[in-house]
């Protein structure tokens, strides 16, 4: 049953690649998600590119009849990478301005494949979480088992005293974007502090 405490979900961000990948699966999880989000009535919050995985997952928002609104850093707009066939799109002044102003517009966060930039970008939410600074649900829509590696040094992390398992169990990983969201819809951020006092290891 759905905690009817529990935040609504009005806009997700979602973090991934400029490319596509080499597997056919990544433009598949990438399209089923922009369905999905539409179906749900649910706004895409994303980087503004056309290109790679980005511009995949916008297309299938759009192309459902959802509301995309694209923010981007005038450095890459200027190389002709923004997608201009969006519902809004929001030109920032860097990179730092642009995941701050995707943390306001959105009420939870995705991580599809990418690479250093998403990885970047999801780490830094869960961060931002594990401080206190919001209470967005966070999660990875795990493809092909792409974030296992992720997933198992987390569990490193655990296991060797420097994270704790309630700080663990931020990061929601499914294979399914239905099974996703249904799992954002009941999340409720661990109410407990960061830090890992000495002797509690």
């Not at 409720?188 to 509690?200: A, L, N, S, V």
Request: hydrophobic content about 45%.
């Amino acid at each position: 049953m759905r905690d009817v405490n529990a935040p609504r979900l009005r806009r997700v961000a979602v973090f991934c690649g400029s490319s596509p990948g080499r597997d056919g699966a990544y433009r598949a999880a990438a399209e089923a998600l922009g369905k999905t989000l539409a179906e749900r009535r649910l706004g895409l919050v994303y980087g503004g590119g056309d290109v790679g995985l980005m511009g995949i997952l916008a297309d299938a928002v759009m192309a459902a009849g959802g509301e995309v609104i694209g923010v981007i850093p005038q450095a890459l707009k200027a190389r002709e990478l923004a997608h201009l066939g969006l519902t809004r799109l929001e030109v920032v002044d860097s990179m730092h301005s642009r995941k701050e102003r995707m943390y306001q517009l959105a009420d939870a966060l995705i991580a599809l494949p990418g690479g250093i930039g998403t990885f970047e970008e999801l780490l830094e939410s869960l961060t931002w979480i594990q401080l206190g600074l919001h209470a967005k649900p966070c999660g990875v829509l795990n493809v092909g088992g792409y974030y296992d590696p992720l997933l198992a040094q987390l569990e490193r992390a655990v296991a060797h005293g420097f994270l704790r398992p309630e700080h663990r169990g931020l990061l929601i990983a499914e294979r399914d974007p239905v099974v996703l969201l249904e799992r954002f819809a009941d999340y409720r951020p661990p109410q407990i502090r960061k830090w890992i006092d000495e002797g509690e290891t």
